[in-house]
């Protein structure tokens, strides 16, 4: 049967004293209520509306996706009013799924066995079991069948000692649900229309009402204040090692990895502690990443090193290489199959050919390096004018020396070699030596500096 969902998202979130609308903050470097959307739209939802209110505009600009429908609800007036913000857009012959935005670990899985309880009943909430439902809203049966929410202020005794509470994501049908919004009552101390009462409205019409339940609370847990949204990363951080320990990657301390994108990993690939991934990062098979190392939009390639302390974004490692420790490849560098850049080597914009190596203390940017070429320690490439930016070529099996500077646009060709602390401004042919150096003078008896 077709379905929509509703997401509601309006809320300021005033416990997370901030600027920015709850439903931004990020867990797993993604924004709460983007991971509900996209959980949402690999469920195949036909149509997904989304309640806004509180940082409208920031919301817009941050959110981008097409055919979202966006629900202004102006004012605040409870959650059963926020869903009739999306009533008109709701269709009678179609279930519509209604969730929180600020849930941001709700699982695929979990919305499919909603949907399968939905199909043979009326109306399906999701609701779990908590050893300590303090505050919650309990959820009361009779025969089998759910008949009303109950607030823990308004709970006798006997329905305290229910541990099942409401988590307030539901589905039902388009026409039940429109006409149950429509009768909704502000009359309570808070003057708000709340969702819940729907509950008892369909109760009263002796619908079937039945739930599903999640894996894990932690699915259906919502966030109020930075403790909360800290408890969740953690707690995504946690399924998502798992995950990855469960598909043969090794972690050295799963609970000192975090991964804010998503990584595809060969086999017998070792990450050490502390290492960040973001974007999307593929491993090759054999890849050992360093500790404290930052991945981010790369790929690196069966069997290579990357050493601890290593920053690489938007970056090609090749088969076999080896980065760091403390190295730094920005975007568009790329290092061919058994290259290697060393401590403190930065290569932006450059391509290190196959067996070419920078051990130490280098800068390569916007620069082609041969194979099998050596880049002595202290090497730059003058890239930048202060306004243009410039190329510079190496070729094959040439010898850069330490601490010269490479003034681009300049090529030194195959076989070349530079002599150590040279400042190359001109081409240097094919198998010759270039030097370029003040000329050296001794002066006899020169009389040291004394302390005044």
């Known amino acids: 049967m077709a379905f929509s969902v509703v997401v509601l998202a309006a809320g300021k979130g005033t416990r997370m004293k901030s600027s920015l609308p709850k439903v931004l903050h990020k867990v797993g470097g993604v924004p709460m209520v983007q991971r509900i959307i996209n959980t949402v739209k690999s469920l195949g939802a036909d149509n997904i509306h989304l309640v806004y209110g509180h940082g409208g505009d920031l919301l817009q600009q941050t959110i981008v996706e097409d055919n979202l429908n966006w629900c202004l609800q102006s004012e605040q007036l409870g959650t059963g009013h926020a869903v009739q913000q999306a009533a008109p857009h709701i269709k009678d012959n179609e279930d519509v799924l209604v969730l929180v935005g600020d849930a941001p670990l709700i699982r695929e899985e979990t919305l499919d066995a909603l949907k399968a309880v939905k199909a043979s009943c009326d109306l399906a909430l999701l609701t779990v079991e908590l050893d300590d439902p303090t505050g919650m ?25 229910i541990k099942e509470i409401n988590t307030g994501m539901m589905m039902m049908s388009g026409a039940d649900l429109k006409r149950w919004l429509h009768n909704l009552s502000n009359d309570n101390a808070q003057g708000e229309y709340y969702l819940t009462d729907v509950i008892a409205m369909a109760a009263s019409e002796g619908k079937r009402i039945q739930s599903a339940q999640p894996a894990s609370a932690v699915e259906v847990e919502g966030v109020n204040n930075r403790i909360q949204l800290s408890n969740l990363e953690r707690a995504l951080q946690a399924r998502q090692a798992q995950q990855l320990m469960t598909d043969g990657v090794t972690l050295l301390d799963p609970a000192r990895f975090d991964m804010r994108g998503t990584l595809a990993a060969g086999s017998d690939v070792i990450i050490d502690v502390n290492v960040i991934v973001e974007g999307n990062v593929t491993l090759g098979n054999n890849v050992s990443i360093g500790a404290n190392s930052i991945l981010r939009d790369c790929h690196i390639a069966d069997n290579a090193v990357i050493e601890a302390n290593s920053i690489i974004e938007q970056a090609n490692v090749g088969e076999a290489c ?41 800068y390569l940017g916007d620069a082609e390096v041969g194979a099998n070429a050596n880049i002595g320690a202290g090497t730059i490439t003058c890239n930048y004018d202060g306004v243009n930016k410039s190329k510079t070529i190496i070729g094959e099996n040439a010898f850069i020396g330490s601490n010269s500077s490479l003034v681009a646009p300049v090529n030194v060709g195959d076989n070349a070699t530079v002599g150590a602390g040279s400042v190359i401004t001109s081409a240097v042919d094919d198998s010759a030596l270039a030097v370029a150096r003040g000329k050296q003078r001794n002066i006899a008896n020169w009389p040291r500096p004394t302390k005044k």
């Open 322 to 362: 080896v980065v760091g420790p403390y190295a730094r490849l920005r975007p568009g560098a790329v290092m061919h199959r058994n290259a290697k850049v060393g401590n403190f080597v930065e290569m932006k914009k450059t391509v290190l050919g196959e067996g070419a190596k920078a051990n130490h203390l280098t």
């Open 137 to 161: 809203g309990r959820i009361v049966r009779e025969n089998d069948n759910i008949t009303q929410i109950v607030e823990h202020k308004d709970a006798s005794d006997e329905q305290r000692a």
